[in-house]
């Protein structure tokens, strides 16, 4: 590949309208310890089924979810394919030959996080702790302190977490959100989105919600909630603890990238129901 000028990194951040995350928090005070109860019952029942993983409505298990995330994606790799001419298979071609490129942007997102002032021992004791559960080796993903407006982000070879943000969630969602990021990390979906954008002129920001990056986005977002959230009741409690503040903080979202927050809260609910959290 010569003369590449490929699109950097875009981060895989926990949830869009971070810059208002930020903004919404320094004026917010104790969210997490807030009283107010934000129940599902306003949720309108379609807005579930929306997402056409219909049977998520009722049941939810990591079979079914993992069976259902694969028809999902199929269908939009059968879009990416009739648009820009490439499969899955030959995404993860382009990634082998496109590393070098990928690695030197990560790298030098790395680098940026060594200005800024360590994680604490106690945020990385709880990130080391949720890796424990993943079954993620310590040395196989860098953990890096950044500055941008969310809470937590991963690509392919970094976390990198906003303590100040972080440190306003409770712990279990503390926890959800660094195992929703290793979703990310585990799932190499950050890479993915690297070599799609390369193949569209607008960034992701500008693209209609509908459109194939969007919708796979969608899948990646929901697919690091129940991949988090499915692991044990903790989890699937700071699913709802995560939910409930981001809800509080940002508002619903426009769920083009990521499911909205009242969304993912009755998502929650179905996961803490459930017979695998
Ligand atoms: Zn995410």
């Not at 071609?93 to 990928?102: A, L, V």
């Not at 699913?239 to 969304?263: C, M, R, W």
């Amino acid at each position: 590949m010569k003369n590449m000028n490929l699109k950097t990194i875009s981060l895989l951040a926990i949830f869009i309208g971070s810059y208002y995350f930020l903004h919404s928090l320094a004026t917010t005070q104790n969210i997490a310890n807030s009283n107010q109860e934000i129940t599902t019952q306003s949720i309108q029942p379609n807005l579930i089924s929306k997402f056409t993983l219909d049977s998520l409505q009722t049941h939810i298990s990591q079979e079914t979810y993992l069976t259902l995330f694969q028809e999902e994606e199929t269908k939009v790799w059968q879009e990416f394919k009739k648009t820009i001419d490439i499969s899955l298979a030959e995404c993860n071609q382009i990634k082998q030959k496109w590393y070098s490129y990928y690695l030197n942007d990560a790298k030098e997102l790395q680098e940026r996080g060594k200005s800024l002032t360590p994680l604490s021992a106690k945020t990385i004791e709880i990130i080391q702790s949720v890796m424990k559960d993943f079954n993620i080796d310590q040395n196989a993903i860098a953990v890096i302190p950044f500055e941008d407006y969310c809470p937590a982000a991963a690509d392919d070879y970094s976390l990198f977490v906003n303590e100040s943000l972080f440190n306003r969630l409770t712990p279990l969602a503390q926890k959800f959100c660094i195992a929703h990021e290793l979703q990310h990390f585990i799932n190499k979906d950050d890479s993915t989105n690297y070599v799609l954008l390369q193949h569209y002129t607008e960034e992701k920001s500008e693209l209609p919600a509908d459109h194939p990056l969007n919708k796979l986005s969608k899948i990646q977002e929901l697919r690091a909630d129940l991949g988090a959230a499915s692991k044990n009741k903790d989890y699937a409690l700071g699913y709802k603890e995560f939910s409930k503040i981001a809800l509080e903080i940002v508002g619903d979202g426009e769920g083009i990238t990521h499911p909205k927050n009242t969304l993912r809260i009755s998502y929650a609910d179905l996961c803490i129901k459930s017979e695998i959290a």
